[in-house]
């Protein structure tokens, strides 16, 4: 069910003390419908048992290994979640079924820079021979490929290699490279600053109590 008008809706953060979860909570704390109501994370001392019985909606920026405990554990209370951890098996959530008491919902990348270049992507595969993917990243980064460049791939016709890249300085970026006779395309998109991923976070937010099925997974879905 949404939230009536007028009535904020109530966000609690899974991985409050990381470097993107910080930014989800300035960024829900700016939100005039928005309320911070929570900020879930070991390094702060906070569990998300801790936080669920106040929030309508919890933003899950973790890590591969606690996200999908952690959205069972929110759709098992009623509480939706938003899942912006990459590299982990999102499988199990598809059988909770239709009857789940929350949503779930997943971007791999909530940048619409990124979301572009995801559909360009797909589409330039339909009419070049091959494409390759090279995706750089900061080096503290846990999984490699990155969400984005395995779900770009996932959308493009053909078999797509991946190449990784670690380096300090670095925050996202991707280069979707096609060749053809004679001829390259390359597409590129770079995450310069985190902030470039929250109006994508806000807009899961506010849309993840009305999404007509779940999991949903990209940020297209709710934006075109
Ligand atoms: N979808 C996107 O657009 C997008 C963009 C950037 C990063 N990411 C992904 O977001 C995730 C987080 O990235 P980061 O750079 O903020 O990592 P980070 O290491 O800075 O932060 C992760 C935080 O999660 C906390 N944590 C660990 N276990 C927890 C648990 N069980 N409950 C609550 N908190 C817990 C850690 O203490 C840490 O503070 C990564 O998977 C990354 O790939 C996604």
Redesign the pocket.
């Known amino acids: 069910m949404s939230t009536p008008a007028g009535v904020r809706v109530r966000v609690a953060v899974?991985?409050?003390?990381?470097?993107?979860?910080q930014a989800v909570c300035a960024a829900v704390e700016g939100a005039d419908d928005l309320e911070l109501t929570g900020r879930?994370?070991?390094?702060l001392g906070t569990?998300?048992a801790d936080v669920l019985g106040d929030a309508d909606v919890v933003v899950d920026?973790?890590?591969?290994d606690?996200?999908l405990?952690?959205a069972l554990e929110c759709v098992k209370a009623g509480v939706h979640v938003v899942i912006?951890?990459?590299?982990f098996d999102a499988d199990p959530l598809f059988a909770l079924g239709r009857d789940a008491p929350a949503n779930v919902f997943i971007?791999?990348?909530?940048?619409i820079g990124a979301v572009l270049m995801m559909r360009f992507a797909a589409e330039a595969s339909q009419h070049m021979e091959k494409a390759e993917i090279i995706e750089l990243h900061h080096d503290?980064?846990?999984?490699r490929p990155?969400?984005t460049a395995a779900r770009t791939a996932q959308l493009m016709q053909g078999d797509v290699p991946i190449h990784s890249v670690r380096l300090p300085g670095l925050v996202?970026h991707q280069e979707v490279i096609l060749g053809d006779v004679g001829q390259t395309l390359t597409i590129r998109h770079d995450?310069l600053e985190?902030e470039s991923?929250m109006p994508?976070v806000l807009l899961a937010v506010r849309k993840v109590s009305d999404i007509s099925h779940s999991p949903l997974i990209g940020l297209e879905h709710l934006l075109f």
């Open positions: 899974a991985g409050a003390a990381g470097r993107m979860g879930a994370d070991p390094a569990s998300l920026f973790t890590r591969p606690t996200a405990a952690n912006g951890t990459t590299g971007a791999p990348n909530f940048a503290r980064k846990l999984d990155s969400g996202a995450s985190r991923f994508g």
